[in-house]
């Protein structure tokens, strides 16, 4: 397998020292593996704090920036991050107001920033935790993991942030964030395995003729494979599952997201059967992004999130945003 | 803990095997990494007591491994330690009354049971044989690691297979299987098969 890295130890290392040359706007510091935006802590604002495996870019250290994240955390590939640099993210950006951490719903990530967010306030900072479940595919019991966290995470983080941005205090930036994981809901779907520097090659095994439908961010098979079907099918397929859990009183935020091994041509092709589907089904669209923005290192495939925006979401994440990945309105 | 680095070390392969037909194929590398850092730490500052030696490795492992082994072995490793307290010396039932707190403490912080195909499965039986002897107690956890082959896995990523986790061994159960190996290794009773 060829791969544009020096070594598997030191992929995430070099991805940040690169992060660092390109965008000027961050501190990043790569020893402790921590991005902060250059002006944190801003007075009187909430801090954002997110992170987790890294391999998933932009997630989430594209999203650092005004309107958006003030400090990410990368763990390894597909490893959540540890106590340790989540503690040095939230003291870098508390002004005081304290902070929100935004999860995925992994069961590292849980346990890691649980401990930091004890360790944190030990020294002193307020720390609100808010988890994201928004993947479909699995299934939500007491007696599982539950449901990952997925492409509902950059609704969150988009929207908190704007709060945030605006000077809302952390339990009302907490209890918005809350309100996008309950309004999201995701469902991926795979046509090749991904590949992790550490293995060096697949991550399973998925037949030239089949693709995986409800595959997670990890390569963590789905519902189930079936021979290769068409952008339009796949789009009936992933809309019908998001649609048979959340049906939306409102206009929706859609994310036609690719797991990075998709090219636009493709993803814009899936996205127009995505609002085909939509129309069909009487789900009026707000918003539209499409790209990669909650990726699975090389693997080709795509997901779809919804998240049923009223208008206060709506003007959350029409806000301005400066980030490495998003950006617009400044 | 030397021993214990060096068999993770040896079975790093294996682990992250195990890990890629379940979950996400960093089980081996990340206990690799931690298990590093724990011999080095350890090495520059040797700490006094054999409590001091758990409690030490486990806040290494909490600060390097990361996902949910770096918390959870962590954890084992830091209740177990702070069990035994500042003694010089423990002996065997000491040890195992502040082994069942680390594992309790586990359990909690995962919110998991025996039966569940994680790590409890080989530690709890583990545990309960080290009454007779180390060797037991090492055998008890290869017998429990291979006992969650059958299982569907609960916690963790594997349980987002729901039945297809059935017929996989568990890669967290595979490596609490090694320390228990190691342990009875270094306190002369020989490995586990």
């Known amino acids: ?330 | 803990m030397t021993a214990a680095a060096a068999s993770v070390d040896r079975e790093a392969a294996r682990l992250t095997d195990l890990d890629s037909a379940i979950g996400d194929a960093d089980h081996g590398s990340n206990l690799q990494r931690g298990f590093a850092a724990v011999v080095k730490v350890l090495e520059a500052e040797p700490p006094g007591t054999p409590g001091a030696v758990l409690t030490t490795a486990g806040r290494q492992l909490i600060s390097t491994v990361g996902g949910a082994s770096g918390p959870l072995y962590g954890t084992l490793l830091r209740r177990t330690g702070k069990q035994l307290g500042d003694a010089d010396r423990v002996t065997a039932d000491e040890l195992r009354a502040a082994l069942r707190a680390g594992v309790d403490a586990v359990a909690q912080l995962g919110g998991s049971a025996p039966g569940d195909a994680t790590m409890l499965d080989a530690l709890d039986p583990a545990v309960e044989a080290l009454a007779t002897s180390f060797r037991a107690a090492a055998e008890a956890a290869v017998q429990g690691a291979e006992a969650t082959v059958p299982l569907q896995a609960r916690k963790g990523r594997a349980s987002y297979l729901g039945e297809r986790s059935i017929g996989h061994q568990d890669p967290g159960a595979t490596s609490s299987a090694l320390l228990f190996s190691a342990l009875a290794e270094t306190a002369g009773e020989g490995a586990a098969r």
Not at chain 1, 7 to 30: C, F, K, N, Q, Y
Not at chain 1, 94 to 100: E, K, N, T
Not at chain 1, 133 to 153: I, K, M
Request: a negative charge.
């Open chain 1, 1 to 330: 397998m060829k791969m544009l890295i020096n070594t598997p130890e030191s992929v995430v290392t070099d991805a940040l020292r690169g992060m660092a040359a390109a965008h000027p706007d961050l501190v990043v510091d790569v020893e402790n593996r921590v991005i902060v935006r250059r002006d944190a802590p801003v007075s009187g604002k909430v801090g954002l704090v997110s992170g987790g495996g890294s391999g998933h870019e932009p997630l989430h250290g594209g999203f650092v920036g005004a309107g958006m994240l003030d400090a990410v955390c990368p763990g390894a590939v597909f490893t959540s991050p540890v106590p340790d640099q989540m503690v040095r993210a939230a003291t870098a950006v508390d002004s005081g107001a304290g902070v929100l951490f935004v999860v995925k719903n992994y069961t590292g990530d849980v346990l890691n920033f649980r401990m930091a967010a004890e360790l944190a306030e030990d020294e002193g900072v307020q720390v609100a935790t808010v988890v994201v479940d928004d993947d479909v595919a699995v299934t939500d019991s007491l007696h599982t993991a539950g449901r990952r966290g997925t492409g509902g995470t950059l609704f969150v983080e988009k929207i908190a942030g704007a709060a945030a941005a605006e000077g809302a205090p952390l339990d009302r930036v907490a209890g918005l964030a809350r309100q996008v994981v309950e309004s999201s809901r995701s469902f991926g779907v795979a046509l090749s395995s991904c590949t992790t520097p550490a293995k060096g090659g697949p991550m399973f095994d998925l037949p030239a003729g089949e693709l995986e439908l409800g595959v997670g961010i990890h390569g963590e098979p789905g519902r189930e494979r079936r021979p290769m079907m068409t952008a339009g099918e796949i789009a009936d397929y992933a809309v019908d599952a998001v649609l048979t859990d959340l049906r939306p009183r409102h206009p929706v935020l859609l994310l036609v997201n690719g797991m990075g091994g998709t090219p636009l041509l493709e993803l814009y092709g899936f996205g127009a059967e995505v609002h085909r589907v939509l129309g069909e089904r009487d789900v009026p669209v707000a918003r539209t992004l499409v790209g990669n923005y909650v990726t699975s290192l090389d693997m080709a495939g795509c997901s779809v999130t919804l998240c049923q925006a009223d208008e206060e979401l709506l003007r959350l994440w029409d806000a301005p945003v400066r980030t490495p990945a998003l950006r617009w309105g400044c």
